[in-house]
DNA sequence: CGCCAGGCTGTGC
DNA sequence: GCACAGCATGGC
């Protein structure tokens, strides 16, 4: 490891394994995460994080530690019937992921489950992306532009979504996409969903978790069955659901919207590579 | 065999 | 605007 970091409210396996970052896999302690075209490693010891494969300040925005959580949660915890996810998740950061490859990892998860989505995304990967010298066989996201082969494209497991990747693909810029984040939230989710395979719930996950637009609330079956539990009059559709959100949690509903998605997972034992199992299912095997 | 998974698109009303 | 079917794939 090459830095240290002192964190508070700060939990590093909560943020990794709660569906925001696919192309990562803990092993003997130590994450490696895959962002774009770089590899990291991470390990927590209390407050301490240490790090190596990027520098401190691309690991803090990486993880969204220099956001003001604490206040935001303090906030949400204010909220009775928010108290209990927020308590046990207490430290699970949104990150801010790159936006090519979050926008690319959520037109794969559209109806399917987060084994399938990383195990898609890591031969998306090795199929499109070039070998990270040093990475020990692990690859780079493919570049924008990169994903021009439907038939390799099918051959990753992401069925009908292939078509859309190939057509977002074909469509998106680097360029495009970094002026779509510099937009105001509402027009940068309407400039999203130009993109084929990419609707309310995709571009709010790219809104959130690349970015950093923490109003955004994604509404998924997980997310829909938390609110419908907690606040049943608030309404059944997705669209009244995430009006509910926004009015309730206004700028913190993206924290919110993790916390009631993680927590929802976690009391039905369903987490990414299913807890003992991380490697065996998760993304990032070389 | 069935049902489900971080939904989206096209169609019909 | 709304509801609803179809969609590929793999795990259980």
């Known amino acids: 490891m090459h830095g240290t970091i002192e964190t508070t409210c700060f939990d ?32 927590q010891d209390g407050p301490r994080l240490e790090f190596s494969g ?5 690991v803090r925005r990486f993880l969204g530690l220099d956001d003001d959580t604490a206040d935001a949660l303090e906030r949400l915890e204010r909220i009775p019937r928010l108290r209990p996810a927020i308590r046990a998740c207490r430290g699970l950061r949104i990150v801010r992921h790159d936006p ?36 020990g066989g692990v690859c780079a996201f493919p570049e924008p532009g990169s994903l021009d082969d439907l038939d390799l494209l099918r051959s990753t497991g992401v069925g009908y979504r292939a078509e859309y990747l190939f ?24 400039a999203l969903k130009e993109f084929p395979g990419v ?6 996950c790219v809104c959130l978790f690349a970015f950093g637009f ?25 669209s009244e659901i995430r009006r509910a959100a926004l009015r309730l949690f206004g700028p913190d509903a993206g924290y919110a919207g993790q916390y009631l998605f993680h927590h929802r997972r976690l009391c039905e034992g369903k ?12 993304a990032l095997s070389a």
């Open 199 to 204: 609707g309310d719930k995709v571009a709010d």
């Open 214 to 238: 923490r109003e955004a609330f994604p509404v998924d079956v997980w997310v829909r069955r938390a609110m419908l539990a907690l606040y049943p009059r608030s309404g059944t559709r997705e």
């Open 100 to 135: 090519w490859e979050c926008l690319v990892s959520f037109i794969c998860s559209t109806r399917s489950n987060i084994p399938k989505i990383a195990r898609s995304l890591d031969l998306l990967a090795r199929r499109f992306g070039r070998p990270i010298s040093g990475g």
């Open 167 to 190: 057509e977002t693909n074909r469509l998106c810029t680097e360029e495009r996409l970094a002026a779509i984040g510099r937009l105001p939230y509402e027009q940068a989710r309407e």
């Open 54 to 58: 990027a520098g401190e300040a691309f």
């Open 12 to 43: 590093l396996d909560l943020t990794l394994a709660s569906g925001q970052v696919f192309r990562c896999r803990k092993e003997g302690g130590s994450w490696t995460v895959c962002s774009r075209d770089r590899l990291i490693r991470l390990r």
């Open 271 to 282: 987490t990414l590579g299913e807890g003992k199992a991380l490697g065996r299912g998760a």
